[in-house]
């Protein structure tokens, strides 16, 4: 009886264990990953340089090294930026952590996306941007590659807002509403 408990015992520890860091590998693949920044740093003909900082929550326990990542981002699933790096980043457990990228946006291909891009900020309606590429990542250290096909990221609810001109833009809309009628914008329900 002392042998079926021991090893029933051993069994349940074991299994414990298995779920323990099964659990913290879940937690450690599924990040919250928010676009906090987007800047333009400069342009070279039809290319512009821009740089976008990218807040990546781990919320496991252990600690989580980003060897490299190759991505491709779409506005409206048309393509605007390509950035990759091989800079390793360490994201430590239960934390946040800004990854800078930096990458760059063909002009001629992004073009058609600028009005599209507008109407959506003066409608005050939420910027999504789809991310396609991989992120390589070491977790215990096992190697592995978070593949994206077109994931949606929030990049603002309402840009207008996030720069606070929320109340301004409201006055304008007020004090001219035949003017954003006929410029299509509707007014605010």
């Known amino acids: 009886m002392k042998k079926v408990l ?3 015992g051993i069994a349940i520890a074991g299994f414990g264990l298995y779920r323990y860091f099964k659990y913290q590998i879940d937690l450690a693949l599924n990040y919250d990953y928010k676009l906090k920044d987007f800047t333009i740093i400069g342009q070279d003909g039809d290319v512009m340089k821009v740089s976008a900082t990218f807040e990546i929550t781990n919320k496991s326990s252990f600690k989580v090294d980003v060897t490299g990542y190759d991505l491709q981002l779409f506005f409206k699933n048309s393509l605007f ?3 990759n790096s091989t800079n390793k980043v360490t994201i430590q457990p239960n ?3 800004q ?3 930096y990458g760059e946006i063909n002009l001629l291909s992004s073009k058609v996306l600028i009005l599209p891009f507008i ?3 003066v409608d005050r309606k939420p910027i999504d941007i789809s991310v396609s590429g991989a992120v390589n990542v070491v977790f215990l250290g096992i ?3 978070l593949k994206f096909d077109k994931q949606k990221f929030n990049y603002s609810v309402d840009l207008i807002q996030d720069y606070k001109l929320g109340n301004a833009y409201e006055r304008l809309r007020a004090k001219y509403p035949k003017v954003f009628s006929l410029l299509g914008i509707k007014p605010k329900a």
Request: hydrophobic share 40%.
């Open 95 to 97: 934390s946040s952590f």
């Open 6 to 8: 021991l090893f029933g």
């Open 143 to 145: 190697p592995t590659s």
């Open 81 to 83: 930026a390509k950035t």
């Open 99 to 101: 990854i800078i990228g």
């Open 119 to 121: 109407k959506d900020v």
